[in-house]
């Protein structure tokens, strides 16, 4: 493996681990902000992708932080992120005092505050930074980004995070990113399960449920959740945007946290239910808006323009 060059002038180059249905924009709007970029991922083709576009490919996450003070995960659960960092040929044998983690993957705040204090002991420092938005987020640099750790490394990649979304919050410590994004996604799944009861009783009753959608979006009852995913349902596309396995993912660590707190969450620990029964009848794949075909299960009816 060769070494990244450096030119004079060039913004900080910055390591990306990660290159999924999230990650592969992501990089690629860093790469347009004119950020320098060392990838890695187990994906050889998208790797190469982001290589063809200027990238510095790398072999394992080691060698990215070798040749990168700054690094985004951005990776589908915990037991990645910790292989990543503390597993073979991970950051923490390389990482020192200038190693900055960005974690921008949905994982237990156990797991994040039990990797920062990894980090530390080698005096290197962490931020948890999940974000918000899907794949069209991803894509346009419209995300919104949720983080927990140190306000001083806040303030240094507040510019990294002006390449990839419309906002950055520090809403506390480490592990308060990832609370808020568990938070968010009790949010998004309730939301999700209510607009596929909605829906099929508009249907049910022979009322366009576009013409409902129309009615209703510009009142109390609008979302963004709604504008992203009525027209998808209706058009019965699940490609996944955020793809149903990993909203069960992050609906279970809400649980794991809320248990944890002595918190019972009823309508979370439904939702989760249904989550699982299309995981397990082999959906987990399709997109989370795919909730509503539980609903359909049970009431033997589909949700279809009239």
Do not use: C
């Amino acid at each position: 493996m060769g070494t990244p060059k450096e030119k004079r002038g060039m913004k900080e180059r910055i390591g990306f681990i990660g290159l999924g249905i999230m990650g592969k924009p992501m990089a690629k709007n860093l790469l347009k902000a004119g950020y320098p970029l060392v990838v890695h991922d187990v994906n050889r083709a998208a790797v190469e992708e982001l290589a063809g576009l200027g990238a510095f490919a790398a072999d394992s996450p080691a060698a990215v932080a070798s040749h990168a003070k700054k690094i985004i995960t951005m990776l589908p659960d915990g037991p990645e992120v910790e292989a990543v960092v503390t597993g073979k040929n991970g950051i923490l044998e390389v990482a020192g005092p200038e190693t900055a983690l960005i974690d921008m993957s949905s994982i237990s705040p156990t797991v994040t505050k039990k990797l920062a204090a990894v980090l530390s002991s080698k005096g290197a420092r962490a931020l948890d930074a999940p974000v918000s938005g899907g794949e069209p987020g991803a894509i346009n640099a419209q995300l919104a980004i949720m983080v927990g750790g140190p306000g001083d490394l806040f303030e240094e990649v507040k510019p990294i995070f002006a390449a990839l979304g419309k906002s950055a919050v520090l809403v506390g410590d480490t592990g308060a990113g990832q609370i808020t994004k568990l938070v968010n996604q009790i949010l998004v799944a309730i939301h999700l399960e209510a607009m596929g009861e909605a829906l099929l009783l508009a249907v049910k009753a022979g009322v366009d449920p576009i013409k409902v959608y129309e009615a209703i979006k510009s009142g109390l009852a609008g979302s963004n959740v709604l504008n992203a995913k009525v027209p998808l349902v209706l058009a019965r596309n699940f490609k996944p945007g955020f793809k149903i396995r990993l909203h069960q993912k992050d609906l279970k660590n809400a649980l794991e946290a809320a248990g944890n707190l002595g918190l019972s969450l009823p309508a979370t620990e439904m939702v989760k239910g249904m989550v699982d029964s299309l995981v397990a009848q082999g959906k987990g794949e399709e997109d989370h808006g795919g909730i509503l075909q539980i609903i359909e299960q049970m009431n033997k009816t589909e949700v279809h323009p009239l």
